[in-house]
């Protein structure tokens, strides 16, 4: 089976492109972009998105910086042809390359940034690097990953979320979806050992009272478990959080880091 989190293969794409779009139209998503955004502290030139999926970062960029020239880069074929499919006339082109390899030459852009990609990366730190390698000397590095220990629930029995945080693991495990599931606590650790100064790290803590709203931004969804042969093991999960719907308790938290630096 291919991974989940790549762009692979039409289920894979199709799954993926939804989960993102769903993401990025969430208010919870929106929150932690504009914390980077802020830290970031970009006014245009040349802008660099490595992993950029869907590409609505980039296009969201263009919009805000007119006169910047943005660049969505992926490593997979099928991410860039997604993307381009949903251009919309704005200033960004989308490119294959691989972030541990980027095809740009030293000190190439203005501004890099990289959005829960490297939580699924085996080395991130040769990507970090080599994220700061394109980055012009006094430009900003921005990171944005996930804590995916950080997942916790409410309303159910006293020891419900070590098991629900196992499901969680085993479910990124077998869908090979992530690498690294401390990555966003990491960020900070990785801008200062790639050498990066002035760095400034935030945690942004996402609330859901609304599975709905939760879905897209954590695999909590019985699709999610299906594709993994999971349903079984999930249902009395689900089955918990569908009753703390009903009841109105349900609530799910989870921290996403936001993490800058200078070259
Ligand atoms: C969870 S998605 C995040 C997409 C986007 N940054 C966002 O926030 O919506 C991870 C993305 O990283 C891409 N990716 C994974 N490994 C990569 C690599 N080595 N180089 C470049 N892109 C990679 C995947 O194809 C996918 O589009």
Redesign the pocket.
């Known amino acids: 089976m291919d991974t989940i989190?790549?762009?692979s293969g039409t289920t894979q794409t199709a799954l993926?492109r939804d989960y993102?779009s769903l993401?990025?139209g969430s208010s919870a998503i929106q929150r932690v972009r504009a914390a980077g955004l802020a830290m970031w502290e970009v006014d245009g030139g040349r802008l660099l998105?490595?992993?950029?999926?869907?590409g609505?970062?980039a296009r969201e960029l263009s919009a805000l910086l007119p006169e910047a020239e943005v660049t969505a880069?992926?490593?997979?074929a099928d991410?860039v042809a997604t993307a381009s499919g949903l251009h919309d006339g704005s200033r960004v082109s989308y490119e294959v390359?691989?972030?541990?390899a980027l095809p740009y030459p030293d000190g190439h852009f203005d501004g890099v940034r990289?959005?829960?990609?490297l939580q699924?990366?085996a080395e991130p730190d040769r990507?970090v690097a080599e994220m700061a390698r394109v980055l012009r000397p006094g430009g900003r590095l921005l990171l944005?990953d996930t804590e995916w220990q950080s997942f916790r629930v409410d309303g159910s029995p006293e020891n419900f979320n070590e098991e629900c945080l196992a499901l969680l693991m085993e479910w990124q495990a077998r869908a090979r979806s992530v690498d690294s599931p401390p990555s966003g606590r990491t960020l900070r650790r990785r801008l200062v050992t790639a050498g990066l100064t002035d760095v400034r790290t935030e945690p942004v803590t996402l609330v859901f009272t609304d599975l709905a709203e939760a879905a897209p931004i954590m695999p909590i969804g019985a699709e999610m478990f299906a594709y993994v042969g999971m349903e079984d093991r999930a249902a009395g999960w689900l089955a918990d959080l569908e009753r703390a719907v009903a009841d109105g308790t349900f609530l799910v938290t989870l921290t996403i880091w936001v993490a800058a630096g200078t070259r």
Do not use: K, P
């Open positions: 989190s790549d762009f993926l993102l993401a990025a998105d490595v992993g950029s999926g869907n609505e970062v880069v992926d490593h997979s991410a390359g691989d972030a541990y990289s959005e829960r990609v699924h990366l990507a944005i």
